[in-house]
């Protein structure tokens, strides 16, 4: 399967969502950040500038969010956006519940609440 492919069963998996709170968790590095997100609306940047990381394509996940801090205290994710870079982008299992994803920098893992 191409990673064009496995970007449109996320987009579409995504689109099934939306509305709904979507539990995200993310493992990059030694580094996992857990997410809840209301999904309002799924939009795709590509990539702009090769030489930028902030401008890789991604899967830009539009709605409210909060996640926990170094303090341990739930604070709003920024911009009311969740990116997931699609560069290297495969599914490593995918359900009506969740689904796994991969790519070269992080690992994640995005189920209904």
Same mark, same amino acid.
């Given at each position: 399967?191409?990673?064009?492919? %496995?970007?449109?069963?996320?987009?579409?998996? @995504?689109? !099934?969502?939306? #509305?709904? /709170?979507?539990?995200? =968790?993310?493992?990059?590095?030694?580094?996992?950040?857990?997410?809840?997100?209301?999904?309002?609306?799924?939009?795709?940047?590509?990539?702009?500038?090769?030489? %930028?990381?902030?401008?890789?394509?991604?899967? @830009?996940? !539009?709605?409210? #969010?909060? /996640?926990?801090?170094? =303090?341990?205290?739930?604070?709003?994710?920024?911009?009311?956006?969740?990116?997931?870079?699609?560069?290297?982008?495969?599914?490593?299992?995918?359900?009506?519940?969740?689904?796994?994803?991969?790519?070269?920098?992080?690992?994640?893992?995005?189920?209904?609440?």
């Amino acid at each position: 399967m191409t990673e064009q492919n %496995d970007i449109k069963q996320v987009q579409e998996w @995504l689109n !099934r969502y939306i #509305g709904t /709170t979507l539990i995200i =968790e993310k493992q990059e590095l030694d580094d996992t950040d857990i997410v809840h997100f209301t999904l309002s609306s799924i939009d795709e940047r590509s990539q702009d500038n090769e030489v %930028d990381d902030y401008l890789e394509s991604a899967l @830009l996940l !539009r709605g409210e #969010g909060r /996640t926990q801090n170094a =303090e341990g205290e739930s604070v709003p994710v920024p911009g009311d956006m969740y990116e997931i870079i699609t560069h290297d982008l495969r599914i490593d299992e995918m359900n009506n519940e969740h689904v796994h994803l991969n790519t070269e920098r992080a690992t994640y893992k995005l189920s209904a609440k």
